[in-house]
Nanobody, 121 residues
């Protein structure tokens, strides 16, 4: 069983920055593809960013590309999401997700409990 624990959410003004962290336990972290999804009120959960295990290639949703950066520290079993130039439309609950496959979908094997990010205008 894999446990994911997110932290780093909060309230920030538009244009500000936050860094989310997700600490993983229960499985070899370096063999997990890690990523972030988010869900705003009344909307479906959507993909934000992913970092694959192995070559650590990254992919982003068009809405965050150039503003968000995903990274991982295999020694700390942690994945990060650095969020810059935040916009009110980034307001959502952000979920950390993990899978043993190289792709990450809403059907990912493991999920964190979520952390709230609120961006005020």
């Amino acid at each position: 069983q894999v446990q994911l624990v997110e932290s780093g959410g909060g309230l920030v003004q538009a244009g500000g920055s936050l860094r989310l962290s997700c600490v993983t336990s229960g499985r070899t972290f370096r063999r997990l593809t890690m990523g972030w999804f988010r869900q705003a009120p009344g909307k479906e959960r959507e993909f934000v960013a992913v970092i694959r295990w192995g070559d650590e290639s990254t992919y982003y949703a068009n809405s965050v590309r150039g503003r968000f950066t995903i990274s991982r520290d295999n020694a700390k079993n942690t994945v990060y999401l650095q969020m810059n130039s935040l916009k009110p439309e980034d307001t959502a609950v952000y979920y950390c997700a993990a899978d043993t496959q190289l792709v990450l979908t809403p059907e990912a094997d493991y999920w964190g409990q979520g952390t709230q990010v609120t961006v005020s205008s």
